[in-house]
């Protein structure tokens, strides 16, 4: 676009960016007021509003209540994306690691900056509206909090779940809907319901550890398949793999994948279902981050352009609103049945008082008014990490640019063990997740995923700028 066709507010933005380029401004100071820009520029205060309201969303200048907007980023060039060489595509059975153990009991203690585990910052959840909500619940439902909620769980929070479901492009009725407890009991009762231990399951590679965990429980193989940092599974190495293995289901986290990032695009959802559906292959979509996002609209669910019933997706409250609730969902298209008889078998029953609770906090449309604010703050904390990591860390370290979630996956210098990183970090008190548990192969030592959950404080800036300096002192060994 042209200057003379920019919008206006965009060229407030272009100022306040070439005052940062040259100099005029450093990070930390504070950028001109709104009135004082508005004078100059000769345009109205709600422009400048606007303008600089952009640039918050974009991490370069951070509003603090009562005086003003500060430069957060003066970052010249933005750090490159990760980049990671294909797998092998061969089936191969999971290990898990006891260094996981050590990740969560460090997310368990107060004096640990937990950067490691993907858990959202308490202050960000909506406790008092939970605390508001569940009040509510047991004055009027006293009887239905002491009773057993058999699966497939609470109708109220079911038909609230299959009504949100549209926005994400898909008409489920809640018949379609079993309630679970948390994200990772879905993913176990889709992996059981449409696997038999030893079938091979595709992955992506990189992919969340918990679902390689998951595969681990059921005794299957994986074949990790290539993935793109920004826009996921590639679907040409998946076809040659279903060409060559015997392929019984695809786990995939196409919305924000946990650790890149990635969101893969509608067309190659519909390319995906398409596939699969021509082999007969069950997709089991983990969807957890995909009300996470920080562009206009939410990204829709492969379930989207399934006409067989063959996809299956999972997700969860956890990264929402709170994950000690344990409140999960699957919408298990044609293998219903096959569902809910695994869960009578395990659970049988999800606790009752969190279903109410969460169906309140939907139905009240807090939800809706609490996820604007999330997702602009998950935004601005990303994008803050971002920074700090850029800043700290020594050259050549690339990082993440998601589209939503709040996850970072950064690509240290060859060099830099991300095992031994760890270990130091440990002992520094911050935790991080070494990139090798996020594959069956034990690839990305060089990797570390960083979780932004938490809003940048003093000291998570000093312990991001200690890992930081530990990065250094490895290299310089
Ligand atoms: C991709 C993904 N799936 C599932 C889970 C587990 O979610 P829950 O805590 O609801 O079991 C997580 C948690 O980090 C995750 O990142």
Redesign the pocket.
Known sequence: MTTAHKPLYEKVSDVVNSMIEDGRLSRGSKAPSLRKMSQQLKVSISTVTKAYMNLEDQGILHAKPQSGYFVQKCIKTEPDMPRWPAPAKTPKPIHSEKVLEGIFAAANQENFLSLG??IPSAELMPSKALARATRQVLTRHPEDIVNYCFSPGLVELRRLIAYRTLEAGCQVSPDDVHITS??????ILALSAVTQPGDIVAIESPT?F??LQAIEHRGLLAVEIETDPVTGMNLDCLEETIRNENIKAVLT?PNF??PTGSLMPEANKARLVDLLAQHNIPLME?D??GDLYFGENRPPLCKKFDKKGLVLT?S????TTA?GF?V?WVLPGRFKESVLKTASALTQVTASITQLAIAELLRSGYYDRHLNRLRRAYQHQTEQVRMEVAAHFPEGTRISRPKGGF?LWVQLPQRINSREMYQQAMEAGISLTPGDLFSVSRKYQNFIRLCAGYPMTEQVSQAIATLGRIAHNMLNK
């Open positions: 585990a993907a948390g994200g990772m009991e879905a993913v969340y918990g679902l986290v994948s946990n983990d957890i981050m999972c969860s409250f956890s990264k994950p344990r999960g996850i």
